[in-house]
């Protein structure tokens, strides 16, 4: 069992610190907190089990299909189109 700070396992896993402090508070991510240098120090504690399901909630945020910019081109140019027809409707009163 290895403890990691906050900070230190947002960077391990790539995620923000808000994050990390959401999953500790609602009890996804256990912890233990230790008074060092009159500071009160979270530290997370990682299991291998626990690892494995982290992994997979962050890998389904990163596994969508592959970007293309030229689709994304290609839907926005549709879109801008359907907006000139609207604008044009609109002023014409129709």
Known sequence: MEKLTIKAY???HK???FNVVKMTQSGQLPTETVVEDEKETVYVLV???LEHEV???TMKAGSKA???LRKENEQ???EIETLKEEIARLKNGV
Do not use: N
Request: overall charge positive.
């Open 47 to 49: 299991h291998e089990d």
């Open 15 to 17: 995620l923000s610190i």
């Open 76 to 78: 926005l140019k549709k």
């Open 10 to 12: 947002a960077v391990r």
């Open 55 to 57: 992994k997979k909630s």
């Open 66 to 68: 592959p970007y293309s």
